[in-house]
């Protein structure tokens, strides 16, 4: 897919940019065809120069063929709620697939890894919603491919940033900054009592995901700097409900940043919104909200466990 917005990229002379959105896209095609086999000091390289591209700005919006607002909106009230039907096969299907395609044996082995099954359900509904609605809608045979460009040069660089920010929770972790953050969150804020465990647990869990972009990645330094030591060990808090409402508490802080991209940043192109940040600042008194409530929880629950 990013190997053809790349050829596509290259022949569209109406964006100024062109070069720069095929190499960026080129660069990504070959991260995911040939990562494994280039080493770490070319994966390396690759990132650096995909972080020199988007961050230079030599990224355009390119202008790919496509139909006008009236024809969209002709054809949507010809074809009725019929238009939905790819969108919402996605989720049944996956949802099968997920119960299903790990349960099958081939051989003695199941079809799908059971670790990997959503995933590899999720994939394969995508397909299956891709081939219903080109057989449906019978559209170009080029326009799932221009669309999805179209699409992607409105994200621009920010597509990858899960990717990386995922690697960067990861990179974190071995670091050891969770021990770095804990010696500091111990010496300077008064963490005697379990309450002010509990909400610099959460709150920091909120933080670091905004500044990260992904829960996930901020988890394992928080757990490791306050969680584990403080609330678990010092308090004895259980390490379940903990989690649990520490994932909750970070998602809070998903709500109210752009590095989290395909959460915040998508949306706003998808809907061609002015202002990229117009979901971030609907979301931010939700937001704090929930993460108010997540720890009068976590601190009403995970010592009674």
């Not at 019929?82 to 395609?101: D, E």
Request: a positive charge; glycine letters at 10%; proline letters at 6%.
């Amino acid at each position: 897919m990013f190997a053809g917005f790349a050829l596509l990229s290259v022949r569209d002379r109406a964006n100024r940019r062109r070069l720069g959105n095929a190499a960026f896209w080129g660069l990504l095609a070959v991260s995911f065809l040939f990562g494994s086999r280039l080493g770490d000091l070319a994966n390396g390289l690759l990132v650096v120069a995909l972080v020199l591209l988007g961050g230079s700005r030599a990224l355009g919006i390119g202008a790919p063929k496509s139909t006008s607002q009236h024809e969209r909106e002709t054809r949507a009230r010809r074809r009725g709620n019929v238009i939905f039907l790819p969108a919402l096969l996605i989720p049944i299907l996956t949802v099968i697939g997920t119960l299903t395609l790990g349960r099958i044996p081939i051989g003695g082995a199941p079809l799908a890894d059971p670790k990997e099954v959503t995933l590899i359900a999720l994939a394969l509904a995508i397909l299956a919603a891709l081939i219903v609605a080109m057989a449906k809608f019978r559209p170009p045979a080029a326009a799932a491919l221009d669309e999805g460009r179209r699409l992607a040069d409105m994200i621009g660089w920010a597509i990858i940033l899960p990717q990386m920010l995922a690697a960067l929770g990861a990179v974190f972790a071995l670091a050891g900054v969770g021990k770095v953050v804990g010696r500091i969150a111990t010496t300077w804020l008064p963490l005697g009592h379990p309450f002010a465990a509990v909400a610099a647990y959460c709150i920091g869990m909120a933080l670091f995901t905004m500044v990260m972009g992904n829960a996930f990645a901020a988890f394992p330094v928080m757990t490791a700097a306050i969680g584990v030591p403080l609330i678990v060990h010092r308090f004895g808090g259980d390490p379940a409900v903990m989690g649990a409402i520490g994932m909750l508490s970070g998602f809070c802080g998903t709500l109210a940043t752009p590095m989290a991209a395909n959460f915040n940043i998508v949306p706003a192109a998808l809907l061609e919104l002015p202002d990229r940040n117009a979901v971030i600042k609907v979301q931010i008194p939700t937001g704090i909200a929930l993460l108010v409530c997540n720890i009068l929880l976590m601190y009403t629950l995970v010592f009674r466990f």
